[in-house]
């Protein structure tokens, strides 16, 4: 086995202020881009938009989006988290303007909120305001005392009922999270008319997988509950992965091992995997060891091997390792923030994220604060919509280690959570609406037995 190179860990906030200074470059396609949005709009695209949040400072987003309107010819004012552009006339004696609302998410992350306001005759003019007059005669209105859509219309005028400026809002998303508007776009064109049910290839290799399981995967990112050291979820994990990919689905598989054994792993995953390689995988990670609990079991390493073979048949598949050392300080939002980088980067993929079940979690509960938020809890305040799903089984064991002085390791008993669906037969069923918890479904292994760390 080749000693790989050098990490790949990336600086969040290098890769957001790097992001701030290549924006300009793009700001001549987004004012051609800007003017000419137009025509209709699918419910979902639109939804898409409007629910956006962006991975970068409110400031910084609202900043970027003062230049994009002056440059269109406006004046802007800001006000705290709001943006208001000039009252501009038009030939009737209306007037319109912008409006802009940001909120902050946290400190590096925001929602936007673009408004098109317009105001227009309500009734006749009154006599003693001047301003009236000028603004629909010779303009003077666009001197140095010029209203602003943060506060009232010219006078004389009455704003309007105003909505959201989807143009202006799509273009925005389209200038400062590219790869966001590129799956949005590529949704929009799987929901056409001509479009196929899910939008995958239908030349994809026949690959059979084992076990089968009864459901579609999506072009979503899914948090599956696990208990680790067990033999079944690995191989379910396997199945839902290889059925994703033999569509054609591109599909990225994140296991709770070590981020800084990813080189190491993606060296096993290119190579023949021989027991030699193998071996030299166990030797050099550790993520397989008695102290990295059990994520690392020989079940996980058997997943590993099953996905290697998926890869090797030039499926569209990716294996990331998205884990922290335990201990380490904001521990799960560290790891929820690799998750985002890596879904970002790939918004139009089929995401299986392994995760304890405990942090799958989309929902706080009661009592519980932000300062020990679940790994899920983070993706969902983010805006990436993860579906959680529960494990759901009859009973039986798992491997775990003790941290307790002496306890050593061993099968512990895992509580029924209810009866498999159809016994044995995996399986998974969606709600349509989240539990108390976040979770949107459960999926069913059958009884669980346990698995140990693979030995060398």
């Not at 506060?151 to 202006?168: K, Q, S, T, W, Y």
């Not at 790869?179 to 776009?185: C, D, E, G, M, P």
């Not at 569509?247 to 598989?253: A, K, M, Q």
């Not at 989309?362 to 579906?387: C, H, M, N």
Request: proline share 9%; charged share 20%; net charge negative.
């Amino acid at each position: 086995m080749t000693t790989p190179g050098a990490s790949g860990a990336w600086d969040r906030r290098g890769q957001t202020a790097a992001a701030a200074w290549t924006w300009l470059p793009r700001l001549c396609s987004l004012l051609l881009l800007f003017g000419c949005v137009s025509g209709s709009t699918s419910a979902q695209h639109t939804e898409a938009v409007q629910s956006h949040v962006y991975p970068l400072p409110l400031d910084t987003v609202l900043t970027a989006t003062t230049t994009v309107l002056v440059k269109k010819g406006w004046r802007v004012q800001r006000s705290g988290d709001q943006l208001g552009t000039n009252w501009r006339p038009d030939a009737s004696g209306a007037a319109s303007g912008y409006r802009v609302e940001g909120e902050a998410v946290d400190a590096e992350h925001c929602r936007l909120r673009v408004e098109r306001l317009v105001a227009t005759a309500f009734g006749p003019t009154s006599p003693s305001s001047s301003r009236g007059g000028d603004f629909a005669g010779n303009g003077a209105w666009e001197g140095a005392d010029v209203q602003s859509t943060l506060g009232d219309a010219p006078g004389g005028l009455v704003p309007l009922p105003r909505g959201r400026d989807e143009a202006l809002e799509w273009a925005l998303l389209q200038w400062l999270d590219p790869k966001a508007a590129r799956a949005i776009a590529a949704a929009d064109a799987r929901s056409a008319p001509d479009a196929g049910a899910d939008g995958t290839p239908a030349s994809a290799p026949a690959v059979a997988c084992n076990p089968e399981v009864d459901v579609h995967p999506q072009r979503q990112l899914i948090l599956l509950g696990d208990v680790p050291g067990t033999k079944e979820i690995p191989a379910f994990i396997g199945a839902l992965a290889c059925q994703a990919v033999r569509t054609g689905l591109p599909t990225v598989v994140a296991l709770e091992l070590l981020r800084m054994d990813q080189d190491w792993l993606d060296t096993y995953l290119a190579s023949p995997g021989t027991a030699a390689d193998r071996s030299a995988l166990l030797r050099v990670t550790r993520s397989f060891t008695p102290a990295a609990g059990s994520n690392g079991s020989t079940a996980v390493l058997d997943l590993l091997e099953q996905l290697r073979l998926l890869r090797n048949a030039d499926l569209p598949l990716r294996v990331v390792a998205y884990d922290e050392p335990a201990g380490r300080p904001a521990r799960e939002k560290l790891r929820a923030s690799t998750l985002e980088h890596l879904r970002r980067a790939d918004a139009d993929a089929f995401f299986l994220v392994v995760v304890g079940r405990d942090q799958a979690r989309t929902v706080l509960r009661p009592g519980e604060t932000q300062e020990v938020a679940p790994l899920g809890w983070y993706l969902a305040r983010w805006g990436l919509e993860p579906l959680a799903l529960n494990p759901r089984s009859p009973g039986g064991q798992r491997w775990s280690c003790s941290v307790a002085p002496g306890a050593g390791c061993g099968p512990v008993v895992v509580q029924a959570t209810g009866p498999a669906a159809d016994g044995a037969t995996p399986s998974v069923e969606f709600s349509p609406v989240p539990d108390a918890e976040g979770f949107r479904g459960v999926y069913s292994v059958g009884p669980l037995t346990a698995s140990p760390p693979p030995a060398l």
